[in-house]
């Protein structure tokens, strides 16, 4: 922290204020220099600025008990935008997002190749795509967040373990930056998906959450206290990963035994296909809604197995929600069905908490959502941001 320093000050000031703002549909300057403690003469100069800036509006007038009724601030939602990727090992998922959250535009690309250059090649294809389509504003394109199955530095933006991309040791923020000319943050995907459900999504409410990314890989986001918990190194989460069968099959993280092998996506698929060769995974989900108890039985099977995984989560960490994402989502509660069942007879602190497991309501967005308010929340977090 910079000390002695008025433009600090002045920085820190007008960031609680816009914190304020944010967080509450209307709200006077009174009221903002009552819950910040800052004095009154002080909030009135930032938010003259605010307004001068065109990010905060006068939206009228709010109820008095006595003498002049105040003015009400409203935050200015579109007065930027942001961008939100999340690199699937089958797909390229964006969406773009006002400053509260709102999803404007979203684009799907088929992934068919893992080399690096060309997946930089098709997310500037994206972004300029999508660019295209931002409306003039006063803050413009903030910047882009991605999310990526696998370790990441965040705070250097370094991919440095993604096994099921076969990517090691990969500079994603400063490659992207150099060819997108914008601000680029990296993140783990299930960390991004649990701060997507976090800030827009069912686990609102909720201070202490595990959001389970369950697709090709399996990961977990973790929300403590209200925070993300990134570990010492920045790379817990790593859910699938937990082994859970000492002999078991080899793992893509060269590892035998981990979670994933038994719970993930690919699994399924390859439980599906011994019967129904060169089925897709849309075509598991369609044989679920035609009652096939072939497809049932898959899906059960791979449920179980998530819930064993769940169940050593919840006794670690005693969330007060577990939200379960991403594709194996959509199969809803066949999945969730067999993911309780396990966690009746597994989880051992079940009976003594009010913990509840739910289908997250982003869906497939949850991880894009929750890199595009990495880009925001990095924005409005004040001078004190690394």
């Excluded at 307004?51 to 939602?77: D, K, T």
């Excluded at 006002?98 to 799907?108: P, S, Y």
């Excluded at 300029?128 to 803050?139: D, F, N, R, V, Y």
């Excluded at 197995?305 to 199969?331: C, D, K, T």
Aim: a negative charge; glycine letters at 10%; hydrophobic letters at 40%.
């Amino acid at each position: 922290m910079r000390t002695g320093d008025q433009s600090y000050i002045k920085e820190l000031n007008k960031s609680i204020a816009l914190q304020l703002l944010r967080s509450t549909p209307t709200i006077s300057r009174t009221q903002i220099a009552k819950i910040s403690g800052l004095n009154k003469a002080t909030i009135s100069s930032i938010v003259d600025e605010l307004l001068e800036q065109n990010l905060v509006f006068e939206v009228g007038r709010g109820p008095s008990s006595m003498g002049r009724r105040p003015v009400l601030l409203q935050f200015n939602a579109e007065a930027g935008y942001a961008i939100g990727l999340e690199i699937a090992v089958h797909s390229l998922r964006a969406v773009v997002t006002n400053l509260a959250g709102k999803v404007l535009n979203t684009v799907h690309r088929p992934l068919n190749d893992h080399d690096v250059t060309s997946i930089l090649h098709e997310i500037k294809k994206i972004v300029t795509e999508i660019s295209a389509h931002i409306a003039p504003s006063p803050l413009g394109l903030l910047g882009v967040g991605v999310g990526v199955p696998g370790l990441v530095n965040f705070s250097r933006g370094i991919v440095l373990n993604a096994p099921n991309l076969s990517w090691r040791d990969v500079p994603l923020q400063n490659q992207l930056e150099e060819i997108l000319s914008l601000p680029v943050w990296i993140d783990n995907e299930a960390n991004a998906g649990a701060l997507g459900e976090k800030r827009f999504g069912i686990g609102e409410n909720a201070s202490n959450m595990i959001y389970i990314s369950a697709a090709t890989g399996v990961g977990a986001g973790i929300i403590m206290q209200g925070d993300l918990v990134r570990g010492e190194d920045g790379l817990s989460g790593e859910f699938g990963h937990m082994t859970i069968e000492s002999q078991g099959p080899l793992c893509s993280c060269g590892n035998r035994g981990c979670l994933e092998i038994f719970s993930s996506e690919r699994t399924l698929l390859h439980e599906f296909s011994q019967v129904h060769e060169g089925a897709t995974f849309d075509d598991i989900l369609q044989a679920l809604d035609n009652g096939d108890l072939y497809a049932l039985r898959c899906i059960q099977k791979v449920g179980h197995y998530l819930g064993i995984g769940i169940a050593n989560m919840i006794n670690a960490i005693n969330p007060s929600i577990v939200v379960i994402g991403n594709r194996l989502a959509q199969a809803g509660t066949h999945l969730l069905d067999a993911v309780n069942e396990s966690l009746s007879t597994r989880c051992f602190i079940k009976p003594y908490t009010g913990v509840t497991v739910q289908l997250s309501t982003l869906g497939i967005d949850a991880c894009a959502m929750g890199a595009a308010s990495i880009v925001v929340n990095h924005y409005f977090a004040g001078p004190d941001a690394s």
